[in-house]
């Protein structure tokens, strides 16, 4: 167990590294981050500007080199400074962490509580009205595009019956854990939830179904086991599996789901922020938003990779 | 010039440059059924052949597949497809590729846990012993015990594809004008929202119930397939 702990640790950090270059060498395919500045032949800035802001941002040097400087600052936790306004891209991003990670854990818990138990009972139940009205909820999850999802949500209830909030996460002054500010939350986070939940719903579900269709399951039922039991302890145990492993691909679905929610709910994370960056062709902003993400994402995987090596033995690593 | 709600002439209203959206909700139909059989095809063809190789040897096969799977589905899909559309053309063959791209790992994931899980069993050990290649105990011995999941995946594959090339032409990334997209549509009309619903509405239920069709006909396709459920 120390020794996989270990392997998959170190894989981790190789990931991680490996996403770097990836993320950057994508983010200089976007285009010149120069041009920005000085169109050739444009703007009146002058040839010995162009270089010095070039000298300035290390854009002179050969990529690899600019690569292995721009990694070394970001280990030290310096992100450079955004090319748009010239603000610590650090602050930028540290002020926009905290309404993501609500947003996030609120739409994950949301999604586990959704979707797990009701996969459970309507494979139990199957073909029970339980079974449909889950099976119904996964199904419009899955199927809805996100932005329309959040398009109707809007119509509908802040709109048309005008009771929710739209447009900030909340006024800045009030505590989290008030309503002044909790009602801002609720839309985005069901509308980010709702698809994972189905997901969660359809896997479980599907899992289930086939554990206890399997031969042990019958012996247990056989023995006397009480049904209770013989579900919950027999079969759930083996068929949360699957969905486990699936979890660090669902958490991955946040990251896309965010960008689209925090867009048309203006809501003030670390999403906007990646795709103002984009549109702006902002190399140091996009690069960090993007490594920010990932390294919580490599950090969910292998916590999924733990859960899944105490959890199942008979699956062998070497 | 102004949005139209729905009448005899046109059912589903109009939108605000009094365009007919029935029928640009048909036309659109085509191009969106092209780009995602095109990229899922690609994509669940290729994700399951190297999930099933590195689930079966294992090893240094395995470590390298699986990081390269993890480096891939730890970078944000939808951004990443926004910067390359960004750096190249943005063109219907780019969108596919890139669609192709994003949708394999997936695949991979699944069927190699899936293979992880049936490769221990022993008819695959019996196999073995009556001098069974590796090739052919994948192909005759895994493959069919994973089809099961590689189903539910190409299923869900196919909503995900739709819905993430939905939002890519609703963020202007999507499909390239003048061809008709679903998702552009919602995005063109999202600023009328409280005086024309029906312009948002429509085009996101044709989104919806088309992605839904596809679930159910993988949820039809999975009990036809496995023998053991039809038997409850």
Redesign the interface.
Known sequence: MRRYLIRKLI?AI??LL??TM??FG??R???DPLLLFAKPGGYGMSPERVEQLSQKLGLDKPLVVQYLVWLGRVLTGDFGETIVSETSVRKLIWERVAPTMQLAVASFILAILMGVPLGVVSAVK?GSLSDYVSRTIA??G???????VC??A??LFA?TLDWLPVGTAGPDDVSFWTWAKFKYLIMPAFALGWGPAA?LL?LTR?SM??VL?SEYVTLARAKGTAYRVVVWKHAFRNAIL?PL??S??IL?SF??GA??VE?IFAWPGVGQL??DA?WNNDFPT?TST?LV??AI??AM?FLADIAYGILNP???YD | MEDENASISYFLGTDALGRDILSKIIAGARITVLVVVAAVGTGVIVGTTIGLVAGYFGGLID?IVM?FV??W????????I???V??LEQSLETLIIVLAIVSWP?AV??VR?ET??LK?REYVALARVAGASNTRIMIRHILPGVVNIVI?TAT?GT?NII??E??LS??GAGIPPPEPSW?RM??EE?QY??AA?WT??F??LV??????SG??LGDWF?DRVDP??RQ?
């Open positions: 894989f190789i990931t490996a996403a990836f993320v994508l983010s395919m976007a285009g199957r199904l419009i899955q199927a809805a595009p996100i932005f329309w398009i109707m809007i119509l709109v997901a359809r599907s179904l086939e269709d699957q492993t699936t660090a691909i991955a990251v896309t960008v689209v867009r990646m795709t984009v996009l993007v993400f990932t994402f490599v995987n008979v699956i062998r | 470590d990081r993890d480096a589905n730890i970078l944000p899909g939808l951004l990443i926004l910067v390359i960004l750096v997936g994931r699944l846990a992880l899980s221990n539910v869900l909503g819905l993430l939905a939002s609703y963020l998702g919602i995005s999202r929202i409280d619903w948002s509405l085009p996101g989104i919806a119930m088309v992605v839904m679930n159910f999975r053991t459920l409850l």
